[in-house]
Nanobody, 127 residues
Framework: QVQLAESGGGLVQAGGSLRLSCRASGRRFSDYNAAWFRQAPAAEREFVAAINYLGGRILYADSVQGRFAISREDAENTLYLQMNGLKPDDTAVYYC????????????????????WGQGTQVTVSS
């Protein structure tokens, strides 16, 4: 597994922006698809965005399409999530994750494909 540590969460007003970071250590980060998930209070954890190991294929949840941007900097072993136009509904703990198997096609939003998870970072959007 890879060790993941998120940062960059905080309190922001509606319409504002935040940039989340996820620093990876352990196995070769550049070989793995990576993703962001989030969990709001009293809700199931849900998919937000994913990027393949080459950085050329990206998936987004419909709810964040056009507002959020996922990217990776493999030289820094870091995954990013740029969040713009934040809404109160975006309030959640945000988790980064990497897939179980290396160099796989990015075809799914399923949590079950991911076996390494960070501890999460809280994002709170006030109205």
């Amino acid at each position: 597994q890879v060790q993941l540590a998120e940062s960059g969460g905080g309190l922001v007003q509606a319409g504002g922006s935040l940039r989340l970071s996820c620093r990876a250590s352990g196995r070769r980060f550049s070989d793995y698809n990576a993703a962001w998930f989030r969990q709001a209070p009293a809700a199931e954890r849900e998919f937000v965005a994913a990027i393949n190991y080459l950085g050329g294929r990206i998936l987004y949840a419909d709810s964040v399409q056009g507002r959020f941007a996922i990217s990776r900097e493999d030289a820094e072993n870091t995954l990013y999530l740029q969040m713009n136009g934040l809404k109160p509904d975006d309030t959640a703990v945000y988790y980064c994750a990497t897939e179980r198997n290396p160099r796989m096609p990015l075809t799914s939003r399923l949590q079950s494909r991911y076996d390494s998870w960070g501890q999460g970072t809280q994002v709170t959007v006030s109205s």
